[in-house]
């Protein structure tokens, strides 16, 4: 079998080591750039499933500003972001929301839930008496 | 109006220092924010990767934002929103309007810069052609999308690869809109490893390196630009042009610190950061009036920006409260070789010397960072300049210096 050369760059941390990896049978034999133990796992999740955090947003009533700040409370498989986004299509808030609410439980079976990122206050409108 | 120390914006460097300098003894600390919220840019940077560093957390922006918040609200700090300050002189005197008192002024013993910085804009590129609708700076992008819930556009190409930039490219890719690539004028990228990684190779987004927008086209609407390649001089090579349809330009092209209360103060400015000059303390050339965060010099991280609040916050209570002697003269930190960056400016003695170092280019093998006359060398492998380097210098380390501290980056 071939040797497989890949590259990858670390986003553990700032840093952001050049890694080189080599793999033969799909088993990493050599991989050089690492600083730390953090790069080797990360290349690791790589080369299996590459997890990301999602932010996004979602509409929100009744509040100052149209949107939410939103995220997973975990990474989620990289492979699944655009599946999220599309299940978030139709979710909507009403204000008032506290920083961490949970909006979606297990979103698109990931086991990730959908959390506000920040709090956010029922507007005061006037109202005629 | 009277204060302790008065901090004017609260975004990250005010948020932090208003809290260290009421956790340093200042008794009466006030916020001034012009907008109607604290928090600053924090509200609308939702995605993660904030305060890794200073809470050892992945925080989003809203959420490192809305953290310090709470510890501004379980203190005394007096916190006056939707107020917008409009001078300030050399002795501390600000004038500030806001809806409840009018115009109104602030006597305070000590003042904190944190007014953050501005994004170039078209004018400041200079790029020719028609002026139609449809071209942002990325920040005001981040905002339409992020707090206001409009997408700017459906075909979208990005000039510069600063954070925001990028950070856009993914934010209107998971919104649906097509971003056709982003195109950078020098030959190294502007951000983060970490942005070019998730924000762009991830949605398989193209950087193209050595390349910009020569021609803006379209009448209403932006109906396309022209991008061509540079040479090593930044000059657009004949010949190379190409046209890329696209209804949206997003311009990330760089963050200048916000200057025009510190021009009014007298404030000396740094001709390399673009923002007042500062001993380690944070302290201006205006005594008692200190500046933090991005007023004083473009940071790529928010855990720096926050470092530096802390610094003035601290350094302002102490003003304030008559715990400050200057027993020497400040000495001048100089860039020397290789370096593009280099912040604080002076040094007064007081603490330790936390150098923020940006490379004059890119240098992937060996070099050291050597500060003279100290014989210290840092060893690094690279150095990057859309990298900030931060290096601390002990005090008792310093305390012979009777002339300047030069900052070279020697290759090995």
């Known amino acids: 079998m071939d040797v497989e050369k890949k590259h990858f760059t670390c986003v553990t941390c700032p840093i952001g080591c050049e890694i080189d990896v080599e793999l033969k049978d799909g088993e990493v034999v050599s991989m050089e750039g690492t600083k730390c133990k953090k790069g080797q796992e990360f290349v690791s999740q790589e080369l299996g499933e590459p997890m990301r955090i999602l932010t996004t947003t979602i509409p929100i009533k009744g509040a100052k500003w149209a949107m939410l700040p939103v995220r997973t409370d975990r990474p989620i498989p990289k492979r699944l972001l655009f599946r999220v986004i599309e299940e978030l299509t139709d979710i909507e808030r009403r204000a008032p929301v506290k920083m961490s609410d949970v909006i979606v439980r297990d979103i698109a079976g990931t086991g990730a839930d959908i959390v506000a990122t920040r709090s956010m206050n029922r507007e005061k409108k006037g109202k005629f008496v | ?90 002795d501390r005197a600000i004038t500030a309007v806001n ?48 707090i206001d819930g409009y997408l700017p556009g459906k075909e979208i190409v990005i000039l510069g690869s600063g954070d925001i930039g990028m950070i856009m490219a993914r934010r209107l890719t998971l919104e649906g809109a097509q971003v056709k690539g982003v195109y950078e004028i020098m030959n190294y990228p502007g951000g983060l490893k970490r942005n070019i990684v998730q924000c762009l190779n991830d949605f398989d987004i193209p950087l193209h390196l050595s390349h910009t927008v020569t021609e803006i086209r379209g009448k209403e609407r932006l109906e396309g630009v022209v991008v061509s390649r540079v040479d090593e001089k930044m000059q657009p090579i004949g010949g190379s042009e190409k046209f890329i349809a696209c209804d949206t330009l997003l311009l990330s092209v760089g ?84 370096v593009r960056v280099l912040f604080p400016q002076r040094y007064s003695f007081q603490d330790d010397l936390i150098l923020f170092i940006r490379s004059a280019k890119p240098i992937e093998s060996p070099l050291s960072i050597d500060i003279s006359p100290l014989e210290m060398h840092i060893k690094k492998l690279y150095a990057r300049p859309n990298e900030m380097i931060r290096v601390k210098v002990p005090r008792d380390k310093l305390k012979d210096i009777t002339e300047s501290i030069e900052v070279n980056i020697t290759e090995r």
Not at chain 2, 262 to 279: C, D, F, R, V, Y
């Open chain 2, 255 to 338: 963050l200048i610190p916000e200057n025009e209360l510190s021009k009014g103060a007298g404030i000396e400015l740094s001709p390399i950061t673009k923002g007042p000059a500062t001993t380690e303390t944070m302290e201006t050339a205006v005594a008692g009036v200190f500046s933090c965060g991005n007023v004083s010099t473009v940071f790529d991280l928010v855990d720096y920006v926050a470092q530096t609040g802390m610094t003035a916050g601290r350094n302002a209570a102490r003003y304030a409260t008559g715990d400050w002697k200057k027993e020497r003269p400040s000495v001048e930190v100089i860039p020397g070789e290789n």
């Open chain 2, 1 to 90: 109006m009277k204060a302790d120390v008065t901090v004017i914006g609260s975004g990250p460097a005010g948020l932090t220092a208003a809290l260290s300098a009421h956790e340093s003894g200042a008794k009466e600390v006030l916020l001034l924010e012009r907008e109607e919220e604290l928090g600053g840019i924090l509200k609308q940077c939702i995605h993660n990767g904030f305060g890794l560093e200073q809470f050892k957390e992945d925080y989003t922006g809203p959420e490192y934002a809305e953290r310090l918040i709470k510890e501004i609200e379980k203190t005394n700090v007096r916190r006056l929103l939707n107020t917008m300050v409009i001078d300030l002189t050399p």
């Open chain 2, 99 to 146: 809806p409840e008192k009018g115009i109104f002024q602030i006597e305070s013993k000590s003042v904190v810069l944190a007014m953050g910085c501005r994004e170039r804009a078209r004018g400041s590129i200079g790029i020719p052609g028609t002026r139609p609708a449809g071209i942002y700076t990325a920040g005001v992008a981040q905002r339409f999308v992020n």
